[in-house]
């Protein structure tokens, strides 16, 4: 059964430092997406990512952030000058289209020192 | 108002119990409902898609109130495996954005 895959599962960075999350969506879908979650609360919508373009962000998805589909497969979420505050797990996924149901990956577990 | 409310629980109850979760949403123009079900520190993983008659899938019923913008989530005969948190998940007005409910957590007991 085709699958959200990403990498790494755990990262571990200082603050101040870059990191970049990847995904690889699930090949014949169209959207993708980047969620958080903060251990013990909801899961928080960051971007969504349609058409090689940004369709929707959040709040929360400032300046500080980027995504990017560098070829047909992969989708990167960047994330500049990391804060202790941005530890939290990261999951991409991706639909067919615009109504249909999402399909997660298994998170990034982002943890900054 | 939040986008997506529901009750956040815990729900415990024994195997065999039928239990029922409630959502309410806020957006009136949302399209599309799912119940995705989460265990700790995993992926949401969908349980099923909600429409506007009604479905089911095995034990568990899906309803839709769009008039009250409600949703509803039944489980009959529960089983150990059931115990997750319930996400109600609902479209954003753009069609874009799955926006989550802080889930419902459920614990079922021998």
């Known amino acids: 059964e085709p699958e959200v895959t990403q990498t790494p599962s755990h990262q571990v960075t200082q603050m101040g430092q870059e990191v970049i999350l990847r995904c690889v969506p699930i090949?014949?879908?169209?959207?993708f997406y980047w969620y958080r979650q903060i251990l013990g609360q909801k899961v928080e919508f960051l971007v969504s990512?349609?058409?090689?373009?940004?369709?929707?962000k959040s709040e929360i998805f400032d300046d500080q952030f980027s995504v990017e589909r560098p070829d047909g497969s992969n989708f990167t979420l960047k994330i500049r000058s990391t804060k202790l505050e941005d530890s939290a797990m990261y999951f991409c996924?991706?639909?067919?289209?615009?109504?249909?149901?999402?399909?997660f990956g298994q998170g990034t577990r982002l943890t900054v020192v | 108002r939040k986008e997506v409310e529901q009750d956040p629980g815990p729900f415990n109850v024994p195997e065999g119990a039928t239990v029922a979760f409630n959502c309410t949403y806020s957006n009136s123009a949302s399209q599309s409902f799912f119940w995705y079900r989460q265990d700790c520190r995993k992926e949401p993983k969908l349980l099923m898609s909600?429409?506007?008659s009604g479905n089911e899938d095995g034990r568990f019923t899906a309803q839709l109130n769009r008039a009250s913008q409600y949703i509803s989530l039944l489980i009959r005969d529960s089983k150990l495996s059931d115990s997750a948190t319930y996400l109600c998940v609902v479209n954003s007005n753009s069609g874009y954005a799955l926006n989550f409910g802080k889930g419902t957590s459920l614990l079922v007991t021998p």
């Open positions: 909600v429409y506007s």
């Open positions: 090949s014949n879908h169209l959207y």
């Open positions: 996924a991706s639909r067919t289209g615009g109504w249909t149901e999402a399909f």
């Open positions: 990512f349609y058409n090689n373009e940004i369709s929707e």
